[in-house]
């Protein structure tokens, strides 16, 4: 099987490239013996549905990509160095990862995802079959869009639960309905940023920045706006679309925040090249 999608736009591909690294569900054959996972963790670890949100992006000139597999497998939105001791035995530059790094050693709500930990070439080996050919075809697009363009917009598709904890703990608070994560404004240009957050609350929904994802791995290692590559982690409150209670998504507002986010893709599209910012971006997490 193929372990992620790419939709090109009929015509000639704009700026825009989008990636959803975490709505794949998918446990393939090669690694379902080194897994747990339960269905009921396997659905709330995932970005459920984002890639359906984003799916008309191609009919407004951009190109799509998402991952089938699930982030239990390889997490996308990771440096292929953020690796748990734990996780992976005798690998290299190992660092304490909270059993969440790019090998999940446990789910978000503790139960365990690894049945052992990998030996460094089965770590290896994920990494050749799942994380390399996604993250070098992602480069590609970006440097064909560069090509094309003199630039590129990479939108980094995610969703969140509509209530939690900020990153360093504190008290349960709603969040907002969007965040964008540009690493404090410094992953993309002003007008990019601006341009999100004026679209989403143009359509009547909250918005805080950084918030308490202020981007991952995509957006960090990608987003060069002196280079010409303008990166921004969109996460979307799951109370938007869906049940949270039962995962499945709700009408009209599926199909309200698709067309939304339709139109965010076009209006960036239509952005004129935009003002690079001098400095790298700062490395976080999602």
Do not use: C
Not at 87 to 101: I, K, Y
Not at 126 to 145: S, V
């Amino acid at each position: 099987m193929s372990f992620f999608e790419l939709v090109r736009p009929a015509g000639i591909p704009g700026p825009v490239i989008v990636e959803v690294p975490h709505a794949g569900l998918a446990i393939p054959e090669q690694v379902a013996d080194e897994l747990f996972a339960p269905k009921d963790a396997l659905l709330r670890d995932a970005d459920l549905w984002v890639d359906a949100l984003f799916e008309h992006a191609p009919s407004v000139g951009a190109t799509l990509l998402y991952a089938k597999v699930s982030r239990y497998v390889v997490d996308l939105n990771r440096s292929a160095h953020d690796v748990d001791p734990l996780s992976v035995l005798d690998a290299p530059g190992a660092h304490s990862a909270g059993g969440r790094g790019v090998i999940w050693r446990i789910a978000t709500d503790g139960a365990p995802v690894l049945r052992r930990p990998l030996s460094a070439t089965n770590y290896q080996r994920r990494l050749a079959l799942f994380y390399e050919p996604y993250h070098a075809q992602l480069r590609a697009l970006i440097d064909e869009t560069i090509a094309r363009h003199g630039y590129a917009i990479l939108v980094a598709g995610h969703s969140m639960p509509s209530v939690g904890r900020d990153v360093r703990g504190g008290p349960i608070l709603t969040r907002a309905d969007v965040v964008p994560g540009t690493l404090g404004r410094s992953s993309a240009a002003a007008s990019v940023i601006d341009a999100v957050d004026e679209h989403f609350r143009a359509l009547g929904l909250s918005v805080a920045h950084d918030t308490p994802y202020r981007g991952g791995h995509s957006t960090a290692h990608y987003g060069r706006p002196a280079s010409g590559v303008h990166a921004v982690q969109l996460e979307l409150s799951r109370a938007l679309y869906m049940d949270e209670r039962d995962s499945r998504p709700r009408e009209p507002a599926m199909s309200d925040l698709r067309r939304g986010l339709t139109e965010l893709v076009a209006t960036l599209t239509e952005l004129a090249a935009p003002a690079a910012l001098p400095g790298s971006p700062r490395r976080e997490r999602k």
